[in-house]
């Protein structure tokens, strides 16, 4: 079915989108019953402006808790009732993995972004991609999503991550007092908004290799006014990235 979308529609009584005008607990029910179904919170969200806001506010929230609970409480800790960029866009971080295919970012390589069964993200492996007057900052990233014999790149690695209150984060400080510039045509695949190229500021730890077994040389990430993080690298063959893991 295909659904178009109407900007302007706020779900008034006058409403034509649905028939009725159900409430929002009533949707919070059905959407607890279906386990938070990302799909069909994405197809609700394209009905009107007044369901696309319930999926902001509501659903998506309550698809991260759900998705990883421990980790979407330690990015609240601070008492914030919101995280940077909205809850939707972490909630397709946590299931989407952005590949590279319009150009702007990563060179030339052509691998298109697609939806992921389930990640493993690591405040711990965050760390690794600090440099370290900035490890008291708080970073979490996913395991690389490996796409394998991708011609002359060899087996190429995605990875995504997302900060703890990058706003006050030694990251951003570091970033714009070093006057790294925001990319001019690329933006965050998941909130939109402009990104910075941490290997031009000079901010991509060895380390950062090391935890990923990836080429030294071959690890390039951005990182979005939001806090949101994305990267590419490189993958080593496995027994050399073994050998790299027990070095470390």
């Known amino acids: 079915m295909i659904l178009t979308k109407q900007y302007r529609c706020v ?6 989108c649905t028939k009725g005008h159900l409430s929002e607990d009533v949707i919070f029910l059905v959407f607890q019953h279906l386990n938070w ?7 609700l969200s394209f009905v009107c402006k007044w369901f696309d806001d319930l999926a ?3 659903l998506w929230k309550e698809f991260c808790k759900t998705r990883a609970p421990k980790m979407m409480l330690d990015l609240q800790s601070n ?26 970012l990563f060179n030339s390589i052509q691998i298109p972004g697609h939806f992921v069964y389930r990640t493993r993200f690591s405040r711990t492996s965050g760390k690794s991609f600090l440099l370290p007057q ?10 690389p999503c490996e796409h394998l014999d991708q011609g002359e790149e060899g087996d190429v690695g995605f990875f995504r991550g997302v900060f703890k209150s990058f706003f006050v984060s030694k990251v951003r400080k570091m970033l714009i007092d070093r006057g790294a510039q925001l990319h001019p045509a690329a933006v965050c695949p998941y909130c939109k908004a402009k990104l910075w190229n941490m290997l031009q500021a000079k901010m ?3 380390s950062a290799s090391r935890r990923l077994g990836a080429y030294k040389d071959c690890i390039e990430y951005y990182v979005c006014l939001n806090g949101h993080m994305l990267g590419i690298c490189t993958l080593l ?6 050998e790299a893991s027990e070095s470390e």
């Open 79 to 104: 008492g914030s009732h919101n995280v940077d960029g909205n809850w939707r866009a972490l909630g397709k971080l946590l299931i989407y993995c952005s590949g590279c295919s319009g150009g702007c």
């Open 134 to 143: 900035c490890r008291t900052d708080v970073l979490y990233v996913s395991d």
């Open 37 to 43: 179904n990302p799909k069909l919170i994405a197809t």
């Open 237 to 242: 063959p496995l027994s050399d990235s073994e």
């Open 11 to 16: 779900h008034s009584s006058s409403c034509q």
């Open 204 to 206: 991509v730890p060895q």
């Open 56 to 58: 902001k506010r509501v």
